[in-house]
């Protein structure tokens, strides 16, 4: 058994789900926090008010009276008049901290003021297993003596409410966090199904079964591309497959005739006792075949590799007239063996495979004198239809090709009807290299023909070349 892989990603379907329960949780915890906080600021807020509103209290009561003495004899009324608020206690002492009046808890600790000297600002005291607010004021008899007032407001009661409502939220963001990774994970698994479908029908796709397609149409709207571009995926292998397949046939058709010529040749020859001259025929006839076989197999695996970007372009500066010189001086002897005349015209440079446009030119060149008849001119015209291109118009008459074979007159191995019953020597492969080399430098070509009249083969390429891809 394989071992699971230690760093193989997590499946879209958890990320989702844990993406989406964490920004819950992030936004339940927020909302809660503001809560919380607001919360507390009211009740701080409120117990602020109610120490100001005790404090102003008994800072008037004490001024109302003429001295300490008399506020101690009034104690019990002065009691009474602040109690209304149970949870807000007092004491009243003299400059000299004689206590005059005290409402404070028994015990609580004198130091707890020290701090508490501003009641706009009052400080939180925990004692006796509750919780306080306390501040200390000034005040002033009538007589002007000072007065020291402290004020201690119980504040257990909201606080043990904010306490129970903090641990609420939490359970609250927990439990949120909770239903929304499950939600999460509800809504993730509905969404991703038309993800599902289309793996499931991609998976069902065999080299058998290219045919088959994806419908775009049946996808949400962010799946749809993806889908397209799975079908234009399967078009472009289904295509390949094709032409892979006609390929192979063609392969094996070309490849049949020269055998069969060997091998019948052979056992013609080897049927009964020959002379020398005899056998070296044979020979001579084999040797033409083998050639035939070595350009054939040289042709197919300049095509293999161009297909798979092995053929790597040495780009350099091209005169295309000269370049077309030199085929013309090539091909002299067939030319002037059919009586053709040849007229160039035009001047252009590209970037390019100097080797590859030699090839390129040369078989069309070929093409056009194998097809013109006796005393015909060919035609090589260079221009330049645009400042990004240049072409190479190769012009010349004779039967023509059928407007029905035009569309696959660069295939491989295809010959025209007419090369056929002429039985002109050709591997029909030539035109198919000519589209590879130009393709290679991002170019193309392309043909026009009247039948009986002439036919012409257009080369464009682009001045900068290209490499390949």
């Given at each position: ?28 915890a927020v909302t809660n926090a503001f809560v919380f906080f607001f919360v507390e600021q009211q009740w701080r807020n409120s117990a602020q008010q109610d120490l100001e509103v005790g404090g102003n209290a008994l800072r008037m ?206 056992q013609v020859a080897l049927s009964r006792a020959r002379s020398s001259d005899d056998y070296r025929s044979v020979l001579e006839l084999n040797a033409e075949e083998f050639e035939r076989l070595s350009h054939m197999i040289q ?36 030319i002037e063996e059919g009586r053709l005349c040849v007229e160039l015209r035009g001047q252009g440079s590209v970037h390019a495979d100097r080797l590859l446009l030699q090839r390129a030119l040369a078989n069309l060149v070929s ?103």
């Amino acid at each position: 058994m394989t071992a699971a892989r230690s760093d193989a990603p997590i499946s879209l379907t958890a990320t989702l789900v844990v993406l989406f329960a964490a920004v819950s949780v992030a936004v339940l915890a927020v909302t809660n926090a503001f809560v919380f906080f607001f919360v507390e600021q009211q009740w701080r807020n409120s117990a602020q008010q109610d120490l100001e509103v005790g404090g102003n209290a008994l800072r008037m009561l004490v001024a109302s009276n003429p001295d300490a003495g008399s506020f101690a004899t009034r104690g019990g009324t002065i009691t009474t008049e602040l109690g209304k608020n149970r949870r807000l206690t007092f004491s009243v002492s003299t400059g000299a901290g004689v206590v005059l009046l005290s409402t404070l808890p028994k015990g609580f600790p004198a130091e707890a003021f020290y701090q508490a000297a501003d009641i706009e600002h009052p400080v939180d005291w925990q004692w006796d297993q509750r919780h306080f607010s306390i501040a200390e004021i000034t005040g002033h008899f009538a007589d002007t003596s000072v007065a020291g007032l402290r004020l201690a407001l119980d504040v257990t009661e909201p606080r043990d409410i904010q306490g129970a409502y903090s641990r609420a939220l939490v359970l609250i963001t927990v439990a949120g966090g909770l239903i929304a990774a499950v939600l999460g994970l509800v809504a993730v698994r509905q969404g991703l199904e038309p993800l599902r479908r289309m793996a499931t029908a991609a998976g069902q796709i065999t080299a058998s079964r290219l045919g088959e397609r994806l419908r775009p149409e049946d996808t949400p709207a962010e799946l749809s591309e993806m889908a397209s571009n799975f079908n234009g995926m399967l078009e472009r292998l289904e295509d390949s497959f094709r032409r892979l397949n006609d390929f192979s046939s063609d392969i094996a058709h070309e490849l049949r005739t020269p055998i069969n010529n060997l091998q019948g040749q052979t056992q013609v020859a080897l049927s009964r006792a020959r002379s020398s001259d005899d056998y070296r025929s044979v020979l001579e006839l084999n040797a033409e075949e083998f050639e035939r076989l070595s350009h054939m197999i040289q042709d197919m695996l300049f095509l293999a590799q161009a297909d798979n970007a092995q053929a790597a372009l040495n780009l350099e500066e091209v005169n295309l007239a000269a370049e077309c010189a030199k085929i013309i001086e090539y091909f002299e002897p067939v030319i002037e063996e059919g009586r053709l005349c040849v007229e160039l015209r035009g001047q252009g440079s590209v970037h390019a495979d100097r080797l590859l446009l030699q090839r390129a030119l040369a078989n069309l060149v070929s093409n056009a004198v194998r097809n013109s008849p006796p005393g015909a001119l060919v035609q090589i015209e260079i221009a330049a239809p645009n400042a990004q291109q240049v072409s190479v118009d190769i012009v010349n008459p004779g039967p023509g090709i059928p407007a029905e074979e035009l569309p696959r007159i660069f295939d491989r191995f295809y010959r025209t009807r007419g090369a056929r019953d002429r039985k002109l020597e050709g591997t029909g492969l030539g035109l198919a290299i000519v589209r590879t080399i130009a393709r290679l430098h991002g170019g193309d070509v392309a043909v026009q023909s009247n039948p009986e009249v002439e036919t012409r083969f257009r080369l464009v390429l682009p001045r900068e070349g290209a490499t390949a891809a």
